[in-house]
């Protein structure tokens, strides 16, 4: 193992950025631990009230949001799902668990999404559902999308870890698809720890979500009064989270012009003065199309080669800078090449992740941070 200097920039540090302590302690002293408390009706309102969605559910995680999405797609056993093989293994495997047979979707070279022009080919008769993952908080190019999907009558749910308040032709992401999926994990812009939101577009599925979040039964409608009694009336498992946690990321979520307005400075930062450097390397920057309004969750690096992507993080972490990979195909993972995954699959994918490398990113990075970065990767010549 090499001998690395102390870390100085952390690739991820979550951090506190309002009154996080404060309704903590209120939660705490209102003795309601469990969840559907009053911070989470205030998390979830605030985000209904912001995105213009009918129903925000929080959950314990996007995983479990997004199986949720299985759920209330009605995903069978032999059922086929269309997602990127660029995405995280919670996508694919919340409809693995219920049986279907994930189809791996190639990426567009410029924003890495999910490449719109490849989808048609991929549908069958069996196809279920379509799951666009919006890389970096960039937006897919839903109109297409949606267009290809309304036409063989196919439900798109969107996997939204990346982008929450990225905005696609002036529309916030979430509110394409009929379902959509939010991430709260600590490396996420707003954060409790660990969490997620399920976004709900389709009023006719809230009823049946309320029941799958609550193990099956109707005990929201219990405690709303509309019934006298909960029973079980539904699959269903434990998707909410403590009110506590609902309390810490209510305090994130109000600071969200703060954070937000940071996460551009230091977006813009690297993009600026990684400008010249790039161009004469020919390392690729990320790419927002014009009529998108990302998310500002990550910045990131295109290397020419592996080699070169890991010569960088080494090269980064000697000067006490963590910089990390991201996804792995998916299709040429082990469970992955079960479904028949086979290397010239997706071959954009393959080629992005050996190249791809994201540089220290979050809520509390300094100028003199970033400075540090970028002047680390300018001396980093090949
Ligand atoms: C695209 C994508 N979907 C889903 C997830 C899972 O999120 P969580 O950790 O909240 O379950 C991640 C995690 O980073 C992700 O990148």
């Excluded at 990346?162 to 600590?186: D, P």
């Excluded at 990320?286 to 500002?296: G, I, K, R, S």
Aim: with cysteine; charged share 20%.
């Amino acid at each position: 193992m090499p001998q690395y200097p102390p870390l100085q920039v952390a690739y991820n540090q979550p951090v506190m950025v309002g009154k996080e302590n404060e309704y903590m302690a209120q939660a705490i002293a209102a003795a309601k631990f469990s969840g559907d408390g009053p911070f989470t009706h205030r998390a979830s309102e605030l985000l209904e009230q912001q995105l213009g969605v009918p129903k925000v559910l929080l959950t314990t995680s996007c995983t479990h949001a997004l199986e949720m999405f299985a759920f209330l797609l009605d995903i069978q056993p032999e059922d086929e799902v269309i997602l990127p093989s660029f995405t995280f293994v919670s996508t694919v495997n919340a409809f693995v668990l219920r049986g279907a047979r994930p189809v791996f979707a190639d990426i567009r070279p410029d924003t890495l999404n999910l490449d719109e022009a490849g989808l048609e080919a991929l549908i069958t008769p069996l196809t279920k559902a379509i799951i666009p993952v919006h890389y970096a908080g960039v937006g897919c190019e839903m109109d297409a999308i949606l267009e290809i999907a309304g036409r063989h009558q196919i439900a798109v749910a969107e996997d939204n870890a990346h982008g929450l308040f990225g905005k696609y032709k002036g529309k916030y992401l979430g509110r394409f698809g009929v379902l959509a999926a939010q991430s709260f994990h600590e490396t996420k812009n707003f954060t409790c720890g660990e969490g997620g939101a399920l976004l709900i577009n389709d009023p006719a599925l809230v009823d049946r979500a309320e029941i799958i979040r609550e193990k099956g039964t109707n005990r929201s409608r219990f405690f709303r009064g509309q019934v006298d009694k909960y029973s079980w009336v539904d699959v269903g498992s434990s998707y909410l989270p403590s009110d506590i946690l609902a309390a810490f990321l209510l305090a994130q979520l109000e600071e969200r012009e703060k954070v937000q307005s940071h996460r551009r400075k230091v977006w813009e930062f690297y993009n600026e003065h990684l400008q010249d450097w790039a161009r004469t390397h020919a390392v690729g920057l990320p790419y927002v199309p014009p009529h998108c309004e990302q998310a500002f969750h990550m910045f990131y690096l295109l290397l020419p080669t592996l080699d070169l992507r890991q010569g960088l993080i080494a090269h980064l972490r000697q000067r006490g800078i963590n910089s990390v990979f991201h996804y792995l195909p998916l299709h040429l993972s082990d469970m992955g090449q079960r479904f028949g995954g086979l290397p010239g699959d997706c071959p954009v994918t393959e080629r992005v992740s050996d190249q791809l490398l994201r540089l220290p990113f979050h809520n509390a990075l300094t100028e003199a941070d970033l400075w540090k970065v970028v002047e680390a990767i300018q001396e980093y010549d090949f």
